[in-house]
């Protein structure tokens, strides 16, 4: 029997300097979640150092509710979660920039945990994490909720080749969007933003599931059956958005070889072209 190499994880360096949070939280015409979310983020055991609300052209009390609250509050014209997604990063001046939706509800360790990971994990760029339903009828938010999430993953990793970001709940260091930030599709409102950011996060860079990162979102997923099957048609439209570059047999080929290189301590090309 083989056994299977240790991974090495990195105790934080003492008296390295403490690393500084953003959070960002596109939204658009959602004031009375966006109030609750950031009512959560003032309750957090480590305050962010800053929270980035991008206004996607609300008509609603949206940015009054932002500007209320203490966050900083950017306008992006642009249509699209994409688009004000990328716009929020762009503007971050964290070390970490943390991620979540204007319904979710973080517990207050959120920011805490995802700063813990990492700090014990230095050759991780992003994390992700899961989500349990906060409303909806309660025997099924537990249940719901995994197979949600279950089905997002089982559905994205074989395109891929790796672990997907989820939108309501990812983190990354702002060097690893600074990478990636000229190859995401931030001008086609109809994709998945978490799932595009996850092809061009995982092309060059580690990602990891954070399981203590406990995050409360909204069952709007199964209570709106047109917004269902659009998340889904977002989802196809971006893996084949990516395509051919990305089709799964090539892009499987070309991380592993990455990988092998990896480990041989060999430098790696910035891209296999095919």
Same mark, same amino acid.
């Given at each position: 029997?083989?056994?299977?190499?240790?991974?090495?994880?990195?105790?934080?360096?003492?008296?390295?300097?403490?690393?500084?949070?953003?959070?960002?939280?596109?939204?658009?015409?959602?004031?009375?979640?966006?109030?609750?979310?950031?009512?959560?983020?003032?309750?957090?055991?480590?305050?962010?150092?800053?929270?980035?609300?991008?206004?996607?052209?609300?008509?609603?009390?949206?940015?009054?509710?932002?500007?209320?609250?203490?966050?900083?509050?950017?306008?992006?014209?642009?249509?699209?979660?994409?688009?004000?997604?990328?716009?929020?990063?762009?503007?971050?001046?964290?070390?970490?920039?943390?991620?979540?939706?204007?319904?979710?509800?973080?517990?207050?360790?959120?920011?805490?945990?995802?700063?813990?990971? *990492?700090? $014990? &994990?230095?050759?991780?760029? !992003?994390? %992700?994490?899961? #989500?349990?339903?906060?409303?909806?009828?309660?025997? /099924? @938010?537990?249940?719901?909720?995994?197979?949600?999430?279950?089905?997002?993953?089982?559905?994205?990793?074989?395109?891929?080749?790796?672990?997907?970001?989820?939108?309501?709940?990812?983190?990354?260091?702002?060097?690893?969007?600074?990478?990636?930030?000229?190859?995401?599709?931030?001008?086609?409102?109809?994709?998945?933003?978490?799932?595009?950011?996850?092809?061009?996060?995982?092309?060059?860079?580690?990602?990891?599931?954070?399981?203590?990162?406990?995050?409360?979102?909204?069952?709007?997923?199964?209570?709106?059956?047109?917004? *269902?099957? $659009? &998340?889904?048609?977002?989802? !196809?439209? %971006?893996?084949? #958005?990516?395509?051919?570059?990305?089709?799964?047999? /090539? @892009?499987?080929?070309?991380?592993?070889?990455?990988?092998?290189?990896?480990?041989?301590?060999?430098?790696?090309?910035?891209?296999?072209?095919?």
């Amino acid at each position: 029997m083989t056994r299977r190499r240790a991974r090495r994880r990195h105790p934080p360096t003492p008296g390295a300097p403490a690393v500084t949070v953003s959070v960002v939280i596109p939204v658009k015409d959602d004031a009375v979640a966006l109030r609750r979310c950031l009512r959560a983020l003032q309750l957090q055991t480590r305050q962010p150092d800053e929270v980035i609300v991008v206004d996607n052209a609300s008509t609603d009390a949206s940015a009054a509710v932002a500007h209320d609250a203490g966050a900083v509050v950017t306008f992006c014209g642009a249509p699209g979660i994409p688009a004000a997604a990328a716009h929020g990063y762009d503007r971050a001046g964290g070390d970490l920039v943390l991620r979540l939706d204007a319904d979710c509800v973080p517990a207050a360790s959120w920011a805490a945990e995802v700063v813990a990971a *990492f700090e $014990r &994990r230095r050759d991780v760029s !992003a994390f %992700t994490g899961g #989500a349990r339903f906060i409303d909806g009828p309660r025997a /099924l @938010r537990r249940p719901l909720a995994a197979a949600y999430l279950t089905a997002y993953a089982v559905a994205a990793a074989p395109a891929l080749g790796h672990l997907p970001l989820f939108g309501s709940n990812l983190a990354f260091r702002r060097s690893a969007w600074t990478d990636v930030r000229h190859r995401a599709h931030r001008h086609d409102p109809e994709l998945h933003d978490d799932l595009d950011l996850s092809f061009h996060l995982g092309e060059r860079h580690r990602i990891r599931f954070a399981r203590h990162t406990a995050m409360g979102m909204s069952m709007r997923p199964f209570t709106d059956a047109r917004g *269902f099957v $659009r &998340r889904v048609a977002r989802g !196809a439209r %971006t893996v084949t #958005a990516h395509w051919p570059q990305d089709f799964p047999p /090539l @892009r499987w080929t070309r991380l592993l070889l990455r990988r092998v290189l990896a480990r041989l301590a060999v430098p790696t090309p910035a891209r296999v072209r095919s």
